[in-house]
């Protein structure tokens, strides 16, 4: 639980009212420390016959405290271009800018030290390595996300010929 890493896990419940930003003040009645970093995932649910019916989970999570003096999370994130096309069986490297919430600190990254990660909306169409490298796999459209540690994202149009 030191400044550097996540702290323990525990559960909070957060209720969704159609926004994709939730803040977490406290965990189970407690303020959390706004010098660590947190690692937490999102598991959606809806009940159905007074049971929950789990939807999905998100990846893990992690997000430094704004009070942190060594980390801080992103921003927003910009790719070089909106669109792109390749070419079935051939590549291409996107590439993203990020900006800092604090520019003086280090960007806190994901447990395998990566800053982001990327997934593709449609694998059949194209895939994408965890470094950004788009390939087409048969013609069609589809969109790669570049997701920050914190969750922030963009996307960029993908266009297989």
């Keep these: 639980e030191g400044k550097g890493t996540p702290a323990s ?10 926004s994709t930003t939730a803040y977490i003040k406290s965990v189970s009645g407690k303020a959390i420390d706004r010098t660590k970093i947190y690692s937490f995932v999102v598991k ?11 939807l999905g989970t998100s990846r893990v999570l992690y997000a430094a405290g704004d009070k942190n003096k060594t980390y801080t999370n ?11 096309s390749v070419a079935v069986g051939k590549t291409k490297k996107l590439q993203t800018k990020y900006k ?18 990327y997934y ?18 048969r013609k069609g459209t589809c969109y790669v ?17």
């Design 9 to 18: 896990n525990s559960y909070v419940q957060v209720t969704g009212n159609g």
């Design 44 to 54: 959606a649910y809806r009940v159905v016959n007074k049971s929950k019916d789990y």
């Design 74 to 84: 992103v921003k927003t994130l910009k790719p070089s271009k909106k669109s792109v």
């Design 100 to 117: 800092k919430q604090k520019s003086s600190r280090k960007l806190v990254s994901n447990s395998a030290g990566k800053k982001l990660s």
């Design 120 to 137: 593709s909306s449609d694998t059949s169409i194209a895939t994408v390595s965890s470094s950004g490298k788009v390939k087409g796999i």
């Design 145 to 161: 996300y570049a997701v920050a540690h914190n969750g922030v994202r963009t996307r960029v149009k993908i266009t297989v010929k």
